[in-house]
């Protein structure tokens, strides 16, 4: 049923960030956003949708970078993403190759659209004209195609692939990231997820009946849904002995602890009890050495649909973990799907890091007041302050696939 990080040895550092969401398109941006409580990535679109109905998402405005010349051929808007994200860690990833030869840098990748979007547009080009886009290979959409991207842009050579357990994927990904290094396979991973927003994963959730019918109300009274986003946030994963060496010793910030099972309740609907969820989270609080009580925030999966945010409040209460700060970062990103679980570490990870020198955490941010009906939780309130050195961040999926991954400070 369940799996853990399987590390005997100190737990691995996540030594540099790469972020490209609705908040922002760098670090920083992306940081002063949320704590913001903005939601000025969540937009109105009309073509997401069947006859042009609108819907809340949680899109990255601007324009990304250009892919190289040589990688033109993977162009997609979840490469895009990607590459918006690796950007940010490039410079290390460059002195990693150096110190450990391109061989030992793995990468490994959330994602559950991959770039369907592209598929799509070529399939109406197809049905519309009989002839498929020229630029179109169906490679862009496979799903290890962002591993590949990614691995390609960086020159690396080491294991590249791609976990796709739905919204639990990139939450997974770190999983296996930190067991690369133990086991001795990489010295160094790219790791993290990437998801981009298309046709096909908002009318699947449609058809659920599981999309808002405006901004998503995490945890709050008469809650109807999800908003979907896009974006991508990738990591260095490294050795604590490597990332001192590589000259970082004032900001070490670690994957303490991680637990994933999978409960196999429902194709679709979470266990009631939270069975897999549960576990998922005592996993990673026994390999961090911790206790509920001991963490400092926690980054609620928060989806805003009934049944899941109920699901959760109960099992954090169960813990012991309701009364420690929490908030549902949906509200400001939205369900980045496959990218989610990198997205919110790496805000835990901001939230960690000396971007965050006032001691900020992230508010909940909804229209609607709570749930009177579930457990109560400690809610992030607007400008509320608190020193942290730990957070949890959890990520529930279709078919029971849980995860929860633990950050910690090393002040």
Known sequence: ???????????????????????????????????????????WRDDLLQAAQPVVVGAVSGELPKLPAALMSQQSRNNSLAYCAYLQIAEEVAQLKQQYGAHRIAVVIGSSTSGIAEGEQ???????????????????????????????????????????TACSSSARALISAANLLTTGLADAVIVGGVDSLCRMTLQGFAALE???????????????????????????????AGAEAFGKPQQLIELAGAGAAADAYHMSAPHPQGRGAEAAIRQALAQAGLNAADLGYINLHGTATPLNDAMESAVLQRLGADKVPASSTKSLTGHTLGAAGAIEAALCWLLLSDYNAPFDLLPQVRDKAPDPELPALNFVQPD????????????????????????????
């Open 384 to 411: 509320q302050r608190q020193k942290v050195s730990v957070c949890l961040s959890n990520s529930f999926a279709f078919g029971g696939n849980n995860a929860a991954v633990i950050l910690r400070r090393q002040r």
């Open 122 to 164: 070529a399939l109406q080009q197809r049905l519309q004209n009989g002839n498929w886009p020229a630029d179109y290979h169906y490679q862009k959409q496979e799903m290890v195609a962002p591993a590949h991207f990614i691995a390609a842009a960086a020159g690396v050579t080491g294991p590249a692939y791609v976990i796709s």
């Open 210 to 240: 599981s999309v808002a019918a405006g901004f998503c109300q995490p945890f709050a009274a008469g809650r109807d849904g999800i908003n979907i986003g896009e974006g991508a946030a990738l990591f260095v994963m490294q050795r604590k």
């Open 1 to 43: 049923m369940s799996a853990e990080l399987t590390t005997t040895t100190a737990a691995p550092v996540l030594s540099a960030l790469g972020i490209c969401c609705a908040l922002g398109t760098c670090k920083s941006q992306v940081w002063q956003t949320a704590v913001a409580g903005s939601r000025a990535g969540m937009v």
